[in-house]
Each structure stands twice: as C-alpha cells, then as structure tokens.
C-alpha cells in the first residue's frame, strides 16, 4: 500500500500544520506534497516554510508566494517579508509551479490554483468549464503529460469531483480552512501491484484559541479578521462590519 498526504493553504498557521503533521506521522504515511501559500494571514510564516522544506517531498508555489517572493512596498506584504527575510522569500519564488506523478495507474497533477495561473481562481461551484479546464496544459505546464486527475488548493474548500473517467479534486487549508474549522488535507492511496487510486479528505481538529494567542502576541494587523475566519471557517468579506456608535 502506498500513501501520500497531499496538503495545502498552511498560511502561518504552525498550530494547524503541528496537529495535520501528527496526523499524517500517526497514519504512518511518510510522504507528503505541499501545494503552496506557505505564508501570509497567519504570524509564523517563517516557521511554517522552514519545517516544510524539512518534511515535504515537494513544495509548489502558491499565489501568496509568488506574491510575496516578487511584490514591494506593499503595506499588507512587507510586514510578512520582513518576518521572512530574503531567503525564505527567494525560496518561495522558486519554487515550481505543479508537480506531475504516476501513481495509482492515474496521470496525477497537483497544482495550487489551476493551469492558467497560480492567481486564477476555480470555484466548486458555478458552471463545469472551469473545472474541466483543470486538465488542459497550458505554458505553466509540461505539454508531454496530460493528466487524469487534478489536484488543489487556493479556494480553501474541499471537494471531490468526477468527470468521465477524470477527477478533480481540492485538498483544502492547513491553516486558514473556509468550509468547516478543521485543518483539511488529501490522503492518495494506491494498493501499488494493479492500478487503484483512492482519494480521502481528512479533517483534523486543532486549537484554534492557542493559535490566536499565537497571532495576538505577534502583534498581527489583520488579528480580527485572522480570527473571524478561524472561528468561523467564513472568509473575512463577510465579516460583519464594526458597530458605529450614534452622535
């Protein structure tokens, strides 16, 4: 039987990445894939790429780590790179941008937001083109394997889909998860002698109030919409909007 974690969307979160990693280790599966967005939302990104280098098999380049390998002056990132420094920015600029693998008797491509472009975006829902457009090769894209099954992350919500004899899946978040408020992550198997291939999607529990303490003493910016969206599992658009106070 072989195993590979596939996960996803860590975005500073240390606490979530400890509780999928001890996940992971008490499968005993022993490789894991990480589709990207290592840094930015949660306040320890540095922590977060340094024990990625170290566990993962491959890391994949997320939006959030084009951006911040590659953006100046920008109020929201330069406090991220700062926290980073310039080599763990650089390491994230290099990174590449999808990992392609037989496994399973499948054409397997893990990705972080879709072959057109770590910055384009494919909903679950909405109409089928988008998705079926997950298996198209592009210039991003090794034009000598074409896949049958899509792997993701970026949308922060799991799903499994099948088209015909494809499939198309989404890993979920790590670390800032937009669907329930578990850390998410894939599990692939494959029974190895004959072509077989199993997708599962794990939710692990986590503490999300030692996480936020973590966020409070970093002295984070974005502290309440990090938690809203922590708590909630809702993206930080629909966070209410403060109270104001009538003259």
Not at 169 to 177: A, M
Not at 180 to 209: C, H, K, M, N, Q
Request: charged share 25%.
């Amino acid at each position: 039987m072989e195993r590979i974690a596939v996960i996803s969307d860590i975005h500073g979160n240390m606490t979530a990445l400890r509780a999928v990693l001890a996940d992971i280790e008490a499968r005993g599966i022993t490789r894991i894939v990480n589709l990207g967005d290592l840094a930015g939302k949660g306040p320890d990104g540095d922590q977060v790429i340094d024990l990625c280098r170290e566990v993962c098999e491959v890391n994949v380049r997320g939006n959030w780590d084009e951006a911040l390998a590659t953006v100046t002056d920008a109020a929201w990132a330069t406090p991220v790179q700062e926290r980073l420094g310039p080599e763990r920015c650089a390491w994230l600029g290099s990174l590449p941008f999808a990992y392609d693998i037989a496994f399973g008797g499948r054409r397997i491509r893990l990705l972080h937001a879709s072959p057109q472009g770590t910055f384009h975006r494919v909903f679950q829902r909405g109409d089928d083109g988008p998705k079926l457009a997950m298996f198209d090769t592009t210039e991003h894209t090794d034009p000598d394997f074409i896949p049958d099954v899509v792997g993701y992350g970026d949308i922060h919500t799991t799903y499994i889909r099948t088209f015909r004899d494809r499939i198309l899946f989404n890993v979920g978040s790590v670390g800032n998860p937009l669907d329930l408020t578990l850390a998410a992550y894939a599990i692939l198997e494959s029974a190895g002698s004959a072509p077989s291939l199993s997708i599962t999607i794990a939710r692990v529990p986590y503490d999300i109030e030692a996480e936020l303490r973590r966020a409070r003493a970093s002295g984070m910016s974005a502290y309440d919409e990090y938690a809203w969206e922590l708590t909630t599992g809702q993206y930080r658009r629909e966070m209410p909007a403060p109270a104001t106070v009538a003259e």
